[in-house]
């Protein structure tokens, strides 16, 4: 049984660090490309950054430069650190693990962890 288990969301004031960890079993971890994605209320999901087996990253450019993602394959993990984080960055984040290559596609997700950025 596939499982992506977010932690470490809160309340954070503006211009404050956080920092997301996403725990997956189930999955060869390191064949997988991980994401965060988040959801704002009344908005739909997006990409926030997703990073490759080899480390390749990318970043939606509304955090690139304060948010980093980062994994370590013998932990089966992998997080996201947020920095000077703003009220718009208020979501529910969520993890994901994507494989694309030999044999079918697969995508699983995380069940999210709330990140209200406020005063």
């Known amino acids: 049984q596939v499982q992506l288990v977010e932690s470490g969301g809160g309340l954070v004031q503006p211009g404050g660090p956080l920092r997301l960890s996403c725990a997956a079993s189930?999955?060869?971890?390191?064949?997988?490309?991980m994401g965060w994605y988040r959801q704002a209320p009344g908005k739909q999901r997006e990409l926030v950054a997703t990073i490759t087996s080899g480390g390749i990253t990318n970043y939606a450019d509304s955090v690139k430069g304060r948010f980093t993602i980062s994994r370590d394959n013998a932990k089966n993990t992998v997080y996201l650190q947020m920095n000077s984080l703003k009220p718009e960055d208020t979501a529910v984040y969520y993890c994901?693990?994507?494989?694309?290559?030999?044999?079918?596609?697969?995508?699983?997700w995380g069940q999210g962890t709330q990140v209200p950025v406020s005063s």
């Open positions: 189930g999955i060869i971890f390191s064949i997988y490309v």
């Open positions: 994901n693990a994507h494989y694309k290559g030999p044999g079918p596609e697969r995508s699983y």
